[in-house]
T-cell receptor, first 113, second 116 residues
Framework: DSGVTQTPKHLITATGQRVTLRCSPRSGDLSVYWYQQSLDQGLQFLIQYYNGEERAKGNILERFSAQQFPDLHSELNLSSLELGDSALYFC????????????FGPGTRLTVL | AQSVSQHNHHVILSEAASLELGCNYSYGGTVNLFWYVQYPGQHLQLLLKYFSGDPLVKGIKGFEAEFIKSKFSFNLRKPSVQWSDTAEYFCAVNAGYGGSQGNLIFGKGTKLSVKP
C-alpha cells in the first residue's frame, strides 16, 4: 500500500458524459500527478499540481481538467467523454514535486461505452 | 522531447534464469531514473531508483540496475527470477530541474512471464 488513495476503483459511463476522479496523496506529500495508462499510448503524464497550484502539463486534452484543493486532495474532471478515453487513470504523489520519488495509487479504471 | 525506450516488449523465462531488461533514455541533462513494476491488476510499485552516486543501485526483491551515463542506459537485472516476478516492468526518467518539473516519462513497458 503506497498511501495514495483513489476513488472510484471502476467507473462505467457513456459517451458524452462527464466524470470526476478523486485522489488523496500520501500524508505530507504536496505534489500530485495524474497519468493515463492505455494499451496504445502506454503511461502518459497528464498534469501535476503542487500545493494547490498547477505546476506542469503534459498530454492533457482540453476536455480534461484538474485541481488540487487546500487539503491537498486532487480531482481530475473528464468531460464530453469519448470511447478513446477508456483507460486506467493513476494518481501519484511526491513530497516536493521536483525530482523526487513518486508513489502511485491503485488507479481508476474508466470504461466509456 | 525526452523519451525512454525499452527494448523488449515481452520476455519469457524459466524460473532461476537470469534477467536483464534494457532501458535507454534520450535526455542529456541531469536525470533521475526509476524502475517500476506492475503486477497483474495492481498499481505501479517502485523497484529501485537512481538519483546520484554509485551507478549500481539495488532495489527490492533482489533487483538491481546499472546507470551507464555514456550509453544513456539504465538496465534492470536479477540473477535468478521466480514465478512471482511475472509482471510488467516500466523504466522511467524524471528530467529534474532542467526539464519538466518532476513528472515521469515512461517507457512502453516490458512484460515478463516466468514459467514455473
Amino acid at each position: 500500500d503506497s498511501g495514495v488513495t483513489q476513488t472510484p476503483k471502476h467507473l462505467i459511463t457513456a459517451t458524452g458524459q462527464r466524470v470526476t476522479l478523486r485522489c488523496s496523496p500520501r500524508s505530507g506529500d504536496l505534489s500530485v500527478y495524474w497519468y493515463q495508462q492505455s494499451l496504445d499510448q502506454g503511461l502518459q503524464f497528464l498534469i501535476q499540481y503542487y500545493n494547490g497550484e498547477e505546476r506542469a502539463k503534459g498530454n492533457i486534452l482540453e476536455r480534461f481538467s484538474a485541481q488540487q484543493f487546500p487539503d491537498l486532495h486532487s480531482e481530475l474532471n473528464l468531460s464530453s467523454l469519448e470511447l478513446g478515453d477508456s483507460a486506467l487513470y493513476f494518481c501519484a504523489s511526491s513530497p516536493q514535486g521536483l525530482a523526487d520519488t513518486q508513489y502511485f495509487g491503485p488507479g481508476t479504471r474508466l470504461t466509456v461505452l | 522531447a525526452q523519451s525512454v525506450s525499452q527494448h523488449n516488449h515481452h520476455v519469457i523465462l524459466s524460473e532461476a534464469a537470469s534477467l536483464e531488461l534494457g532501458c535507454n533514455y534520450s535526455y542529456g541533462g541531469t536525470v533521475n531514473l526509476f524502475w517500476y513494476v506492475q503486477y497483474p491488476g495492481q498499481h505501479l510499485q517502485l523497484l529501485l531508483k537512481y538519483f546520484s552516486g554509485d551507478p549500481l543501485v539495488k532495489g527490492i526483491k533482489g533487483f538491481e540496475a546499472e546507470f551507464i551515463k555514456s550509453k544513456f542506459s539504465f538496465n534492470l537485472r536479477k540473477p535468478s527470477v521466480q514465478w512471482s516476478d511475472t509482471a510488467e516492468y516500466f523504466c522511467a526518467v524524471n528530467a529534474g530541474y532542467g526539464g519538466s518539473q518532476g513528472n515521469l516519462i515512461f517507457g512502453k513497458g516490458t512484460k515478463l512471464s516466468v514459467k514455473p
